[in-house]
C-alpha cells in the first residue's frame, strides 16, 4: 500500500430535482467542474436517488488507497 486517503468532512450534494436514478459508482475529481477523474470505485450497495433527496457522504466514510 502507498497511500490512503478519507473524507474530514461530510460530503453533501445538492438536492436532487429529478430522479438521479440508482448509483452504483463513486468517482474523485480533482475538480469540481470540467476536472481530471483521479479515482473510481463501485458501492458496496446501490442507492437510488429520487427527488427531493439529498446524496451524503458522512465524514470518514470515503476511504481511498492506492496501490
Known sequence: ???????NAAIE????????GTITHV???DASTSGNMIAY???TASK???????????????DITLD
Open 27 to 29: 468517482a474523485v475529481f
Open 1 to 7: 500500500m502507498i497511500c490512503t486517503a478519507s473524507n
Open 41 to 43: 470505485a463501485s458501492l
Open 13 to 20: 450534494f445538492p438536492t436532487a430535482s429529478g430522479s438521479w
Open 48 to 62: 437510488t436517488i429520487d427527488t427531493g433527496d439529498v446524496l451524503r457522504v458522512p465524514a470518514g466514510d470515503l
